[in-house]
Every structure is written in C-alpha cells, then in structure tokens.
C-alpha cells in the first residue's frame, strides 16, 4: 500500500450552505497519523436545491421520489466539488486515493424510540457515493454514523476523533470548539488518551441567528455579518431565561441535536415570545443563547483533575466578531484562538475531518469516540464504494 494518500474531505452541514471540499495529504493512521492541508473549496448550493433541502430537513412533507432524486443530485453536486478542487489544485482526479464523504443529513434521530413494537434511533445523510464513485473514478467513504449508531450511540459528534488526531497535546488542555449550524465541544486533557475525550453538541450555533436573519430580511440576507445586529440590539431577558430552560441544555452527555431540535419550529417559538420586539434585539438574544450554552457547558464539564488552557475555535461562527468576544468576555481564563493559528483553515476543519475519517475507516481502524456518542464499543465508521483505484489503493497488481 501506499505510504502516504492524497484524500479529498467533503461536508455539507446543518447550515446548509453548499459543499465544503479539502485536500489533505495523510501518512500513517491513528495516533500516529500524519496530516498536511492542501487546499480548500466551498461550492454554495444554489438557491432553489438549498430550499427544498431546508424542506426535507425541517421535516415538512414530501414524497419518497423527492428523496429519492435529491440523493442522486446531490451526489452530482458532491462530484463536481472534487473535480473543481483538483482542477484548483492542477491535479488529475486518477491522483486522489480517497474520498471521504458526510454527505447531507435530511434527518437525525439520536435518541431511539418506540415504532411498531420496535425500538429505533436512525439518522439519514444522502448524496449518493456510487455517483461519485463513477464520476470520479475514485474509491469513497461515506454514510458515517449510522455504525455508531448501531452500536447504541448517538452518531454525533464524529469529529472529536479528528480533534484527537490533530490538537492533543502533551502539556494543554485544549477545548475545540465547532461553530456550526449546531455547536458541539471536545475536550481533551493534557496527555490525552482517546478513552479520555469527552465531547458532545452544546446547542445551536449559527442555526437560530442564521434563520431569524433570513426571516427578517425575507432571504435577502443568509446570516448576521460579523454580528453586526445582535451588536446593536440588547438582550430580551425573559426570552432569554425561557430559551436556557430548554431541557436539552440540563441533559448530561453524550448527546447531540440537529434541526430536529433548534430548526424553524424553535424559531418561530422565539419570534411567538419576542413578537412586539426590536429584529436587533431578538437576534442579539439568539446570540446569547448560543454564546451562554456553550460557556455553561465548558464550565458544568471542567474536570478539576486538569486544567483548561485554550479553546479553539473552527467552522462559520468564527466570523461572528460579537459571538466570539462574548465568548472571551465570558471564557476569560481561556486562551481563545482558531484552528488558523495550526494551519487549519476554520471554514475548512470538518471536511478535513472527514478526510481523515475517511483514511481511518480504510485503514480499519475504529474511529467513533464511544465517550462523546454513547457507543457501547469502537467501531469501524463507514461505508466503502470501490473506485476504478482500489486494487492499486491496495498495493495490488
């Protein structure tokens, strides 16, 4: 086999923004994997796939056929982000080895419950692996969580493992920090062993303050821009209090949320409570419900066995100048830096991580975190769909 893969990362997440695709090149797996970013792309979905994926997601009805064809289109969609990023990169697609994708979760049901005599947890990601296997000729990973799943955790988060692979660190302890549609945390203590992680989604991230934009300035607008309006509006309290009594806040991990949870029915509960208030101040508010989950969080799962030194911050809410000073106003004793300060481009982080989530799941080797999803065991994540490269992937002839 080869001793080092060039692996194309490809994520579409609960913002539902476009196709992020990252390049790495990966030697070794595990803890000894060695990672190096090459090159990063977003493709934005254009307006009208990006609306009935927000349908399907929020849960509004429609047919099997709709499913059905999204899940075909969005693997063209995916295929043509790996070939865009090569043609950027000034490589031919038969150069990759591999390629690891989340694919577009439509649906995510972590906690099981009773249908038909039969108790079931599932979560549904599509964009179809075969198309890109045959659009590109190369060997994919896909379908991610519903192993763990299987294995009686809640399929989410997947990228502490990642967090392990790239931030573990001898002397810190480092908190990592996605700022998402949904936010989610990993904690790792110095010296840190994998069966040590702990990490879990906190609440919403960008999700809310994206939406109530979106709402107010009838789509003209897809999010606050450097948190221009929650800067100029002012907290509406009760709101506020009623929002952080939410059980999902006061629930131990593991635990992991979606649109499910914060989508468009939480949203038009804000609006119900806040109607009579300013757009600036409901937005501000939605702000703060983001910034104080997490803060609570890192603070209710501190372990005084260590000590917490850095939190570092990746995905789209790192563009959020007020969120982020918030979070240094509340989080004092942390350093509080972004995955560019490692060479690791904030917007680029979770399609990296499905690279090398994808690298592991070739090398077999187990890559959930059963501390953070509630697995009973390690499991190996994914699905593989052979490409025209496998046999020479292999070291065969």
């Known amino acids: 086999m080869k001793n080092s893969k060039l692996v194309i990362g490809l994520m579409s997440g609960t913002s539902l923004d476009g196709v992020d695709a990252a390049l790495v090149e990966i030697s ?26 927000l349908k399907v997601s929020s849960g509004e009805p429609v047919s099997s056929g709709i499913i059905s064809n999204l899940n075909v289109l969005l693997g063209q969609i995916f295929s043509q982000a790996v070939l865009k990023l090569c043609s950027e990169c000034h490589l031919t697609v038969n150069q990759i080895d591999l390629i690891g994708s989340h694919g577009q979760t439509i649906f995510h049901q972590s906690e099981p419950r009773k249908l038909w005599g039969h108790t079931v947890a599932s979560s549904l990601q599509i964009g179809e692996a075969a198309i890109l296997v045959e659009q590109t000729g190369v060997t994919v990973v896909s379908d991610f969580r519903p192993r763990d799943l299987a294995a009686g955790g809640t399929g989410a988060p ?73 800067s100029s509006g002012k907290i509406i309290v009760p709101v506020l209090e009623n929002l952080l009594s939410d059980p999902f806040f006061k629930k131990k991990p593991p635990k992991s949320a979606g649109r499910e949870q914060f989508g468009q029915c ?93 690298n592991e799941t070739f090398e077999i080797n187990a890559n959930n975190v059963p501390s953070a999803t509630g697995a009973t065991h390690p499991v190996v994540l994914g699905k593989i769909s052979y490409g025209q490269n496998y046999r020479k992937l292999r070291g065969f002839n």
């Open 266 to 358: 939480y949203t038009k509960r804000i609006l119900a409570m806040a109607e009579l208030a300013q757009e600036k101040d409901i937005i501000c508010t939605a702000t703060e419900l983001t910034v104080r989950t997490i803060a609570d969080a890192i603070f209710t799962n501190s372990d005084n066995t260590f000590e917490l030194n850095q939190l570092i911050v990746s995905g789209g809410g790192v563009h959020n100048t007020y969120l982020i000073q918030r979070l240094k106003n509340l989080l004092p004793h942390l350093e509080i830096m972004t995955t560019d300060d490692f060479k690791i481009p904030s917007d680029a982080k979770e399609a990296i991580g499905f690279a090398i989530l994808a």
């Open 158 to 230: 997947l990228i502490p493992y990642v967090d392990f692979v790239l931030f573990r660190d001898p002397i810190l302890g480092r908190v990592l920090l996605n700022l998402g549609g949904i936010a989610n945390l990993t904690i790792l203590p110095p010296k840190c062993q994998s069966n040590q992680i702990r990490a879990f989604d906190t609440g919403p991230g960008n999700m809310l303050i994206d939406d109530l934009t979106r709402h107010f300035s009838q789509g003209e607008k897809q999010f606050d821009a450097q948190g221009q309006q929650a």
């Open 28 to 53: 070794g797996f595990g803890s000894q994997a060695i990672v190096n970013f090459k090159h990063f792309t977003s493709n934005p979905f254009p307006d009208e796939i990006r609306k009935i994926l």
